[in-house]
């Protein structure tokens, strides 16, 4: 990167000053705000409609949350259940395997 002088930097900021000054702003008609203004409203109407959802998102988190607690004390109960007698459990589940019948009659 080159250096530049007190001068030369002073030269430049003076000629970006006026470029600044000198810019037009954009040509937009009242149609365009009109349109511009539309969007933002019909953007609000439907973030309207999304935010009547909610209640079923709630219900969905809440229904998740019973799920896992089922779970875990399901999960729970086996563990309990389980250290008691290992080997009966296990024969009990290897017969029914064992005899290829349908589990649920």
């Known amino acids: 990167?080159?250096?530049?002088?007190?001068q030369d930097l002073n030269k430049l900021e003076r000629a970006l000053a006026e470029a600044h000054r000198s810019r037009?702003?954009?040509?937009?008609g009242e149609d365009w705000a009109q349109h511009?203004?539309?969007?933002?409203?019909?953007g609000?109407?439907?973030?309207r409609?999304?935010?009547q959802f909610t209640g079923i998102d709630l219900l969905?988190?809440?229904?998740?949350?019973?799920?896992a607690v089922l779970a875990m004390s399901f999960a729970g109960?086996?563990?309990?259940?389980t250290g008691q007698d290992t080997v009966e459990l296990a024969s009990l589940?290897?017969?029914?395997?064992e005899a290829g019948g349908p589990l649920i009659e």
Do not use: K, Y
């Not at 990167?1 to 007190?6: E, G, H, Q, V, Y």
């Not at 109960?77 to 259940?81: E, K, Q």
């Open 60 to 67: 969905v988190w809440r229904a998740a949350a019973v799920a």
């Open 36 to 42: 511009v203004m539309r969007d933002i409203r019909q």
């Open 44 to 47: 609000a109407a439907g973030h």
């Open 93 to 97: 589940l290897s017969d029914a395997f």
């Open 1 to 6: 990167m080159t250096r530049l002088s007190d």
């Open 49 to 51: 409609q999304m935010l």
């Open 77 to 81: 109960s086996v563990l309990v259940h």
């Open 24 to 28: 037009q702003e954009p040509a937009l």
